[in-house]
């Protein structure tokens, strides 16, 4: 088969300075995307910024061919973004893909954490890509043409100590795509997520082993965000990836049982085994083959 490419086509990636979204970045550039680098240059508890990150890779794609500029809006910003998406209309007069790479840690246990701590984390996580998102859908639908993949994480989708807020955020971002993944289907918009494991800045602090941390190289992730970037991408999957690895993450529903209108708590409690029972369960497409499923049950079917 051909190989994957993307000549004509205009990628605005976030958080692309360094580590998962400079990858990500830099192998949409090597296969002909133009790029838009945007970071915001900051420290990982999201203070201080500058161009400087973004200019590099910037530099980096030029000097092996490729076109790109820099953009240091933050992400949270409406006016930075509006400039941001500005940028790659003046620059290329299309926007065919985003990739929503930024990110941000303030982790402490619930018992330590300040509510701000909690916000500004949902705010860069999931308003910084609903945000872009936004700026780029009219855009996308007139095209009739889009790819974009938001990041989300094991720490939202299974939980992690210590980050609440940050795994509030990336399971938001699961939902938030569930719902794109419908409204862009008619206009051939494709949503998707990568749930990452990289030795990135944002992993440093774990102690992990040299020779794990080898493993844990961004680049090992990027190949799915890059296919998830194609016109042969699926739409509304997770796909987990890390140190070559692939695997799709899926959340689904037991069989359950119908108790009927006069149940009880002790209905259930009694009736607990077989509710989660994880024999027959499913992932749906959507909410509405869910509530199908429901009075089907009521039915008794």
């Known amino acids: 088969m051909a190989d994957i ?10 958080g ?23 970071d915001l240059g900051g420290s990982m508890d999201g203070s201080g910024g500058g161009s400087d990150a973004a200019n590099k890779v910037v530099d980096e794609i030029k000097a092996a061919g490729g076109e790109a500029i820099a953009n240091g809006s933050s992400v949270t910003d409406d ?23 930024a990110g941000i840690l303030r982790d402490k246990t619930f018992a330590k954490m300040e509510i701000p701590d909690f916000s500004v984390v949902v705010d860069v996580h999931l308003m910084g890509t609903v945000k872009p998102a936004k700026a780029v859908w009219e855009i996308m639908r007139n095209q009739n043409y889009g790819r974009i993949v938001v990041t989300t994480s094991s720490s939202g989708l299974y939980g992690n100590f210590g980050q609440s807020n940050y795994g509030a955020a990336k399971l938001g971002l699961i939902g938030f795509m569930n719902t794109l993944k419908l409204e862009g289907q008619k206009n051939n918009i494709h949503v998707n997520a990568i ?4 030795a990135t800045r944002m992993t440093e602090n774990l102690g992990m082993p040299a020779e794990v941390l ?22 509304g999957a997770i796909l987990t990836a890390g140190a070559g690895a692939f695997a799709v993450a899926r959340i689904v529903e037991t069989e359950g049982v119908a108790i009927g209108a006069g149940a009880t708590v002790e209905a259930v409690r ?6 989660a029972d994880p024999e027959g369960q499913k992932a749906y497409v959507n909410g509405g083959e869910q509530t199908a499923k429901f009075f089907r049950k009521l039915q008794g079917g």
């Open 5 to 14: 490419r993307f000549d004509g086509k205009v990628a605005i990636v976030t």
């Open 16 to 38: 692309a300075g360094g580590g998962l979204g400079r990858q990500h970045a830099l192998e949409l550039a090597r296969r002909g995307a133009k790029v838009v680098v945007n």
């Open 79 to 101: 006016a930075g973004v509006a400039r941001m998406v500005k940028d790659a209309m003046d620059a290329w007069g299309r926007i065919d893909i985003l990739v929503a790479n």
């Open 195 to 198: 749930s990452p494991v990289a």
């Open 214 to 235: 080898a493993q844990l190289k961004p680049e090992f992730v990027t190949p799915g965000v890059v296919f998830l970037c194609s016109e042969e991408a699926p739409t």
């Open 270 to 275: 009694d009736n607990w085994a077989k509710i």
